[in-house]
């Protein structure tokens, strides 16, 4: 079965500085990724994807993530902090059928002026 | 196009009544999902349908919980009686079956409180 382990329910980065968020899967099959952003209020929008194309993907906002498949990592990174990315990170994985994900608990980042 | 859409943003209600939250897919998707956030126990999913056909709704968590979804274009969540633990936020999400590689789009939510 498809698993997601997010280390770290709560990260605090100064503004600038650099941002790593940290995603660990497990999967019987090649995965799809995910990396979903939640703004206060709001719902969940995809931040990137990983669909085998790229091992490194780029997404909105400056964020990019990394596949690494000999450590089942998919961290999520961004140079250098703002003030606006501060929100609640999930990463996910596809499950095998139904078009289903498996959420992460979530990483609260919060961005420190 | 206008993503998925829910209604009511906030919904306050007594102990007791009956809730009915809504949600429309995005056009063309043939999967649509309703998840429940808690700060307690995060992101749940309750139930999926595919084709409007319900396929799973083992994360329902009790029998005062139903859903429906009549038509391509619409579904409900209803609540009742709801209870004060209930309280959350709603989510519904939709998806097609295709290259997108399950990527689910959400809707902005329904606030719960139960009074």
């Known amino acids: 079965a498809q698993s997601v382990t997010q280390l770290g329910s709560h990260v605090s980065v100064s503004e600038g500085a650099l941002v790593l968020l940290r995603c660990n899967y497990s999967s019987s099959v090649p995965p799809y990724l995910f990396w979903y952003v939640q703004y206060p209020n709001q719902g969940l929008q995809l931040l990137l994807k990983y669909t085998s194309a790229a091992t490194l993907v780029k997404g909105i906002n400056g964020f990019e993530a990394e596949f690494k498949k000999s450590e089942t990592s998919f961290h999520l990174t961004k140079p250098s902090a703002h003030m606006s990315d501060a929100a609640e990170y999930f990463c996910a994985v596809t499950r095998n059928a139904g078009n289903m994900l498996t959420f992460g608990g979530g990483t609260r980042l919060m961005v420190k002026p | ?115």
Not at chain 2, 25 to 45: A, C, K, V
Not at chain 2, 62 to 88: G, V
Not at chain 2, 95 to 113: A, V, W
């Open chain 2, 1 to 115: 196009d206008a993503g998925v859409i829910q209604s009511p943003r906030h919904e306050v209600t007594e102990m007791g009544q009956e809730v009915t939250l809504r949600c429309k897919p995005i056009s063309g998707h043939d999967y649509l999902f309703w998840y429940r956030q808690t700060m307690m126990r995060g992101l749940e999913l309750l139930i999926y349908f595919n084709n409007n056909v319900p396929i799973d709704d083992s994360g329902m968590p009790e029998d005062r919980f139903s859903a429906k979804m009549p038509n391509a274009s619409f579904s409900t969540l209803k609540i009742q009686p709801s209870e004060p633990r209930d309280s959350a936020v709603y989510f519904c999400a939709s998806s097609q079956t295709s290259y997108n590689y399950n990527e689910q789009f959400f809707g902005p939510g329904t606030r719960l409180t139960v009074l």
